[in-house]
């Protein structure tokens, strides 16, 4: 089951275009597209005719044409021309979902488009913000998106699994302080008086001791906001390196998401050996929690019935946001949304494409 109402992480900007592109979300195949006059558009990726994937077909000036037998849909999903006859079937039609470009993604809305609001799409100013550097990466992760909610709020993992780049054992050795407001949980560590990670001090050439500092914001169930950074001992968290990391948490299917990542940096901000090194850095750690979490998903599908996860105090914030994904899931199915458009998706095998 997935929380329909809210808006997901489709694609980066630069990845629509008049060439259309197939997205899966909550097992909704999606066709992206812009008009002419680059507005990006979203419909459901399933010819009206005979189901065959609009994203095989081309565009024609503000629509897109099926390439199966030239059905064609206009930007509000609504088919515009039968080529076979002149008269066009009432139901010829395909579900148009809310869209919102910000800041370099496209977000769409995939419950119930009378309660799609932009003003809810969070905010990621800082991939945009000239005074910030940014590095983006994109994956297809092989598990669940629960697993990486969890791994995002629990960074205590980074001490094992990280070692190379961002992690250290002091991180498991410094306890969390969890907050909660409305739909979002906040869990803040604070290391005072340690080493930069390797990553960090390569890039910063940052020597000695400093306070480091986590505080992850997750919007559930869709975007992780991490703000981390060091500091001087002792000194405010916005005197020192500062460091956004941006996770767009896209599920697929039961056991498969989209991670649309973004890294920015308050300081090098034009100095692209530093971009590049962070490239390459961050894609070891992607490249490792990718892996871990794909081992992860396999062990939930083989754990006995009845068998659960055993919680420590880190995962404070773990239980918190299970807690509220659990009631949002809950709030829709006594709405009689939980399952509106996700039905008809199940029918069709989903595609990650």
């Not at 997901?8 to 002419?36: D, G, H, N």
């Not at 800082?126 to 995002?152: G, Q």
């Amino acid at each position: 089951m997935y929380v329909l109402n809210t808006w997901y992480v489709a694609a980066w900007s630069t990845e629509v275009s008049r060439k259309p592109v197939r997205r899966v979300i909550c097992e909704m195949p999606i066709v992206l597209f812009r008009t002419q006059d680059n507005q990006a558009v979203a419909l459901a990726d399933r010819c009206a005719h005979r189901a065959f994937p609009l994203s095989e077909g081309r565009t024609v000036g503000d629509s897109v044409e099926c390439g199966y037998h030239g059905f064609t849909y206009g930007p509000d999903g609504a088919c515009t021309k039968v080529p076979a006859q002149s008269t066009i079937p009432e139901r010829a039609r395909v579900r148009k979902y809310p869209l919102v470009e910000k800041d370099g993604w496209i977000w769409v809305w995939t419950g119930d488009p009378d309660l799609a609001d932009p003003a809810q799409v969070p905010d990621t100013h800082w991939m945009v913000d000239p005074e910030w550097a940014t590095v983006t990466h994109s994956y297809h992760f092989k598990c669940r998106a629960d697993l990486i909610h969890d791994n995002l709020l629990d960074l205590t993992h980074e001490s094992f699994l990280h070692k190379s780049t961002v992690g250290d054992d002091y991180i498991y050795e410094h306890g969390i302080t969890v907050e909660v407001e409305g739909n979002v949980v906040s869990v803040d560590r604070l290391m005072p008086s340690v080493a930069a990670p390797p990553l960090y001090a390569e890039t910063m050439d940052a020597r000695g001791l400093f306070d480091r500092f986590h505080c992850t914001e997750f919007f559930v169930p869709n975007l992780h906001v991490l703000h981390s950074g060091i500091t001087g001992e002792g000194r405010p968290r916005e005197e020192g390196y500062l460091i956004k990391v941006l996770n767009g948490i896209t599920p697929i299917d039961e056991h498969n998401s989209w991670y649309y990542y973004a890294f920015s940096r308050n300081f090098a901000v034009d100095d692209e050996k530093a971009t590049e090194e962070l490239r390459a850095g961050l894609a070891t750690v992607l490249d490792e929690d990718a892996s871990a979490l794909e081992a992860q998903e396999i062990g939930m599908q083989t754990r006995p019935e009845g068998e659960f996860d055993v919680l420590i105090a880190q995962d404070g914030g773990v239980a918190k946001a299970r807690r509220i994904l659990a009631a949002l899931l809950k709030k829709e199915q006594q709405a009689g949304t939980a399952n509106t458009g996700s039905g008809a998706a199940r029918r069709e095998p989903a595609r990650t494409a």
